[in-house]
């Protein structure tokens, strides 16, 4: 079983970065297809990337296509989400979640493991 602590978040200006990271602990990290998440106030949790266990398949919402990009190392046991141009509408809590096997990575039900979340907040 396997334990996800994100970091990294933080306030940015709109046009600025972030890299979030999420260390994993306990279970076997490149058996896990990894994902990254968010929830802004009042809407529904929704897919922003996936990666697979060795990193040779990504996957990214339509609306972060070109700004965002997710990584892994699996030595180190984390998982990265390098968040660039970032705008106003990116305002959310980041969770990363984890799986052994996932037959929908869009699907937050199909991640069984999460961590708490971290806060990303860009100003305009």
């Known amino acids: 079983q396997v334990q996800l602590v994100e970091s990294g978040g933080g306030l940015v200006q709109a046009g600025g970065s972030l890299r979030l990271a999420c260390a994993a602990s306990g279970g076997t990290f490149n058996n896990y297809v990894m994902g990254w998440f968010r929830q802004a106030p009042g809407k529904e949790r929704e897919f922003v990337a996936s990666i697979s266990q060795l990193g040779l398949r990504t996957s990214y919402a339509d609306s972060v296509k070109g700004r965002f990009t997710i990584s892994r190392d699996n030595a180190k046991k984390t998982v990265y989400l390098q968040m660039n141009s970032l705008k106003p509408e990116d305002t959310a809590v980041y969770y990363c979640?984890?799986?052994?096997?996932?037959?929908?990575?869009?699907?937050?039900?199909?991640?069984?493991?999460w961590g708490q979340g971290t806060q990303v907040t860009v100003s305009s």
């Open positions: 979640a984890g799986n052994t096997k996932i037959s929908n990575v869009y699907s937050a039900k199909d991640y069984g493991y």
